[in-house]
């Protein structure tokens, strides 16, 4: 059961409000604000090694993304 946190980059032009609804929509996703920057907290807990990868291809194609900053990892192997 792999288990990751990120900060998370809205894209340029992007509102953090549209990321959050972005991710929110994704399964497998937690999403959290942060108070006072315009970055968001992303956990991701999938199943298994083929889920984590078909999210992470996910994410790697959402346009209202700039980019992940990996917090934290665990995966069970």
Do not use: W
């Amino acid at each position: 059961m792999p288990v990751f946190s990120y900060i998370a980059y809205p894209s340029k032009g992007i509102s953090k409000e549209q990321l959050v609804r972005d991710l929110s929509a994704m399964n497998h996703c937690e999403v959290m604000a942060a108070e006072n920057n315009d970055v968001l907290i992303l956990v991701t807990d999938t199943r298994g090694e083929d889920q984590e990868k078909a999210l992470q291809k996910k994410l790697k194609n959402l346009k209202s993304l700039e980019s992940l900053a990996m917090a934290y990892g665990h995966t069970d192997q």
